[in-house]
């Protein structure tokens, strides 16, 4: 096999060798349920509370508003099935959001739409972040939740949490941010940005799958939305993920470590390849945010005129480079992504974007491998191209 280059880091990254080293040791010992009181319980419970304790330090908020789950997904699905029975409780009440979401949440909406329940979203502008005056135009004391995702999964532009955050206190109601993103790349504080819940993911941050973080501020409101045992003080039933967990902590520990290194590093390579395409490819777009204050700084999606995305995907997948056309969720349905078209992206050119994700195994050799396959990619599709 030839050279191997992963630039999808968004849609999942490879485990961190010292995750691996952690969970490979503890898995052949560690083996209890975690809520069994003997000696093997209590050991594998050990695993978890530490995992737990590595978390809240990571997000700045403390162990007991942590709730483990199976991913983002279902945090997210938690987040929106409490805002439902608070307004099927009260018999009134409305949920506003925005089109920019990931599908956890977007679809998650549509349901709830179907089922009667008032769902406002926010438009986004052409660099990919939220009209914050449409935000304000839509909110009212009737809202009960308002959730604005950190960083986008496909354009990286990052929202003015803090200030989101203030808009929705301000009226009353609840704020949730997914930061499935953001996590590891910019800083994320549950106290600093007064956030009621938030959601995010292990597998994105170089832990292992399958391990969600669900943070609910100590008093606001909870339901469970997986009913059952009494784990996680009855918030979330089903047997511990033990070593799962275990390795998304010593991930948790790892990002925040280097989580200012991570970012320069990632930007300076992102920057690198968008300069170098930019110079190299005519007739291209860089989509989403361009200020790096605004922009998680591994994320480069890019259209090419007169091209299509899968094809470039798949051309660069026989160079061993493997990238993503709109969310990897969505990948398979060759729809445009949802989340350009909704910052005004012309529908051709959605249909010719790359997603290039940039994660902390990368290095400036992979960007200069890209630039050398890229154009001569370009050219070749754009010869044959009948657009
Ligand atoms: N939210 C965002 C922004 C994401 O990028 C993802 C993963 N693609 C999710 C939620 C879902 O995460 P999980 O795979 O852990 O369910």
Known sequence: MGRLIYLDNNATTQMAPEVINAISEAQSVVYGNASSMHSFGREANKLVEDARSNIASLLECSTDEITFTSGASEANNTVFMIAKSLIEKKGSGRIVTTTIEHPSIIETVKYLKEN?????????????????????????????????????????????????????????????????????????????????????????????????????????????????????????????????????????????????????????????????????????????CQDQQFCLPGTLDVSFENVEGESILLMLDMNGIAVSTGSACATGSLEPSYVLLAGGLDVELAHGSIRFSFGRFNTMEDVEYVLEVLPPIIERLRAISTR
């Open 116 to 288: 009667g329940i008032h769902v406002d979203q926010v438009p986004v502008a052409r660099d990919g972040r939220i009209k914050i005056d449409e935000l304000k135009k839509l909110m009212g004391p009737d809202v009960v939740l308002v959730s604005v995702m950190t960083g986008n999964n496909e354009t990286g532009a990052i929202q003015p949490i803090a200030e989101v955050s203030e808009i929705a206190h301000s009226y009353g109601a609840l704020f949730h941010t997914d930061a499935t993103q953001a996590i590891g790349k910019i800083k994320v504080s549950c106290k600093d940005w007064n956030l009621d819940y938030l959601s995010c993911s292990g597998h994105k941050f170089y832990g292992p799958k399958g391990v969600g973080i669900l943070f609910a501020k100590k008093g606001v409101p909870f339901m469970p939305f997986v009913h059952g045992g009494e784990q996680e003080h009855g918030r979330r039933a089903g047997t511990y993920n033990t070593i799962s967990i275990y390795g998304t902590g010593i991930a948790a520990k790892l990002a925040q470590e280097n989580l200012d290194e991570e970012n320069r590093r990632l930007w300076k390579m992102r920057e690198a390849l968008r300069e170098g395409i930019l110079k190299t490819v005519p007739h291209v777009v860089v989509n989403g």
